[in-house]
């Protein structure tokens, strides 16, 4: 035998070797502009597959040491020019040089959300839609998601001006599954006015998959994912850096300020942000819409720890917000400044916190993920019209839920074997779901969630295949409730849900997408058990102990072209859903309350439908915008529409673009409209609307200010001040206008 310590050391060489397998492995080269040759700096070299990535120095060079040979894909972006995707087989040392095209069109490089890995768009099964820098900026409302209002494909469900919630291809609620830096938000969404707990301002990129998502996202992504991507501490390059935004708008008499300070020192990185707001209820051209106002007080604080294996990054977001309901019974709303702040009765009141550890390590040629986080949300309404300390202190809300989670994912993504790369998921999830007031909508609970999947990759020169299985099970564990009839008992569900697409590249720049896809919906507490009144949804629910999970199955194609001057895709699908849950009236009156009674009910769902997107550069100062979407729903059982189904809508833009105007750089101005047509088509309890075209304008600049900078962002939303009715506002039963026109203006100073 061997003496112990040349065991040892022996043992460690083998474990070291393992750890450093393949660093021989060398990509370089030189990218350049296409036109003239002369070298890119600061271009971005990234490989999708391993996460790792580089930047050209000043001659446009770059070198990226692999830790296995084998096929990969290549990534090769730069600002202004027009993305190239690359194969490349590695042996000892690959020369690969790439000239990159000039292009006046903005598209996304790089896709996060769709996959289990980044990858670039052309490679993407399923339609997908990026959100990010100066169009998400212009394009920012009151809420988190109004940036995607003029995204085809996707509506707002909205209540006022300060409660949306995401509709994509007419699913919305608990069909659709908002994710925030990977972490699902989890705040009693099944509610029709219950807004997305997140700051406004967080965004940094929103990514939107269209359909079906379960093998990824389990339970709830049935109508697509929509990924909020805040701007982590990794981002900052110095050791104290920030910005200062500033913003009001006309209508509501909004004003608010968001600061951002962050920083590094070596390894470590900081940051924090804080946002105030506080709108006034909101203008039509018929007069002011009473108690709509909010008043909101977000924060973030993160820290964050990088060397050349690991990153680590610890978070804490909080959200306060004081939102009024709109009660046509209530009195007319006078002009005064008093009364357009006040907040009366009812109204909510919502606290959410956050806490998220994220864990990225490579150990060798695998690359292992960890998401750990714990939210809380406390949601209180006020039914009387009393100072919320009066009614803190007497009778406290009518209505209080608290809600906290606790979810981990593990996602281990393996070596490549050949062409072939995957993932292996493992998802947990706890909630605990507490009825706190006299009122009781719902009963307490607890949850437990377990997933694994499986997710692999296979990339061919022109084609990608991808595809997995998932499994899941769900435990629900209800609690005694008197008031609401319900008998402590235990629930159990399980789905198998999976997904398969394909990509290819007819040419380098013409994409054929094609993606089917299996998921499932658990039903929800208040489809379950719910017995009272739902103030917030006008209505008396009761719930139905024996619904059943709901099982969707899809299909989706998608074309994607993108030249120089020309950003084109053109989306179809066709989504089934069997034990498809929806609130049933029952055509009777609640005798105590006066409110119809809905019971929830199954039935089999069909959806249909498409979207256009048209990105044209006529010249490099002159660019054109044009999308679109049409989407079918039916109850099969019915043969009638779903509730609020979205109209037909087209969208259209044409923009003005100079690289200097005076003192002023990156000077853009839009002008556009929106074209709705009328929802003739409409479930039983519903009223058809009008079609409307409304106009909106945007003007953006950016100023040098020494070592800052101040951009500026003026836009206008229906700018003629168009009286129109959204056939998907929760007002429009009570035939209340959405807001006229609207001026507002953003000043951010950043360095």
Aim: one cysteine or more.
């Amino acid at each position: 035998m061997k003496h112990p310590v040349q065991v040892g050391l022996l043992l460690l060489s083998f474990l070291v070797s393992r750890g450093l397998e393949g660093y021989g492995q060398i990509l370089k080269g030189r990218v350049t502009d296409a036109a003239t040759g002369t070298p890119l700096i600061g271009a971005t070299v990234f490989v999708p597959a391993l996460q790792i990535g580089t930047t050209t120095d000043a001659e446009g060079r770059y070198c990226l040491r692999f830790t296995r040979t084998g096929r990969y894909r290549v990534l090769f972006s730069y600002v202004g020019y027009q993305p190239e995707a690359r194969e490349v087989t590695l042996t000892d040392t690959t020369y690969l040089a790439v000239s990159l095209t000039p292009t006046a069109i903005e598209a996304p490089g790089v896709t996060i959300t769709a996959k289990a890995q980044a990858t670039d768009l052309l490679s993407t099964p399923q339609a997908v839609t990026v959100l990010e820098g100066r169009g998400l900026r212009l394009a920012r409302g009151m809420t988190a998601v109004d940036a995607l209002a003029q995204t085809p494909g996707v509506h707002l469900l909205h209540t006022g001006t300060g409660i949306a919630k995401p509709m994509i291809r007419g699913l919305t609620a608990q069909r659709v599954l908002v994710v925030q830096d990977g972490v699902r938000q989890e705040g009693q969404q099944w509610g029709e006015e219950h807004g997305v707990e997140v700051d406004a301002y967080a965004p940094e990129r929103i990514e939107v998959v269209k359909g079906p998502a379960s093998l990824l996202y389990g339970s709830d992504a049935l109508g697509g994912v929509v990924q909020l991507a805040t701007a982590g501490p990794f981002a900052y390059r110095q050791p104290v850096t920030g910005s200062l935004t500033l913003e009001g708008a006309s209508n509501t008499r909004m004003g608010s300020a968001h600061l951002e300070i962050g920083g590094r020192q070596g390894r470590w990185f900081y940051g924090t942000k804080l946002t105030l707001r506080r709108a006034g209820a909101y203008d039509t051209p018929r007069g002011l819409v009473p108690n709509t106002g909010l008043a909101e007080r977000n924060g973030m604080l993160q820290v964050g720890y990088q060397d050349h294996t690991a990153q680590v990054h610890l978070a804490y977001k909080g959200y306060r917000a004081r939102l009024g309901f709109f009660e046509p019974e209530a009195e007319e709303a006078t002009s005064g400044p008093d009364r357009r702040y006040h907040i009366g009765e009812p109204y909510q009141r919502v606290h959410h916190d956050l806490a998220q550890l994220r864990i990225q390590w490579r150990p060798g040629a695998d690359r292992l993920e960890l998401h750990v986080a714990w939210q809380q949300n406390r949601r209180q309404e006020f039914e009387h019209e009393e100072s919320e300390a009066l009614a803190a202190a007497r009778e406290g809300p009518s209505l209080y839920l608290r809600l906290r989670t606790v979810t981990t994912d593990l996602r281990i993504h393996h070596r490549p074997i050949g062409p072939l790369f995957g993932t292996i998921g493992f998802s947990g999830l706890f909630q605990r779901n507490e009825t706190l007031a006299a009122e009781a909508l719902i009963p307490g609970a607890r949850v437990w969630n377990g997933a694994v999947y499986v997710f692999e990759e296979l990339m061919l020169p022109r084609l990608t295949l991808s595809g997995g299985v998932r499994w899941d099970g769900r435990w629900l564990f209800v609690e005694e409730n008197e008031a609401l009839g319900v008998s402590a008992q235990r629930r159990t569900y399980s789905a198998l849900s999976g997904a398969v697409g394909l990509s290819w590249r007819v040419r380098p720049n013409l994409a054929l997408a094609f993606h089917i896809g299996r998921a499932w919906r658990a039903p929800t507490l208040n489809e379950l058990f719910s017995r009272g009144v739902h103030e917030g949804a006008s209505r008396f629910e009761v719930g139905t102990p024996t619904l059943r999970p709901e099982q969707s199955f899809s299909v989706d194609g998608t074309l994607r072209w993108l030249q120089r001057r020309l950003h084109l895709e053109v989306n179809a699908f066709v989504h089934w859903i069997t034990h498809f849950i929806f609130p049933r009236p029952t055509g009777q009156r609640d005798r105590d309350s006066g409110f119809f009674i809905y019971r929830f009910d199954q039935a089999q769902a069909l959806l249909w439908g498409g979207e256009l997107l048209l990105n044209l550069s006529i010249t490099d100062w002159l660019h054109l915008h044009l999308g679109g979407d049409v989407t079918y729903t039916e109850n099969r059982a019915t043969r009638t529409p779903l509730p609020f189904s979205p109209p037909p809508r087209l969208l259209a833009g044409i923009e003005v673009h100079r690289e200097r105007w005076g003192a002023a750089d990156e000077v853009m101005l839009r002008l556009g409209p929106t074209v709705v047509a009328s929802q003739q088509r409409v479930a039983p309890d519903e009223a058809p609307t009008d079609g409307y075209v409304v106009w909106h304008l945007a003007f953006s600049a950016s100023w040098p200010l020494g070592a800052w900078r101040l951009v500026t962002d003026l836009t206008v939303q229906n700018l003629l001040n168009r009286a129109y009715v959204s056939h998907l506002s929760r007002l429009r039963p009570y035939g209340v206008l959405e807001p006229g026109r609207n001026v507002q203006l953003r000043l951010v100073l950043q360095r």
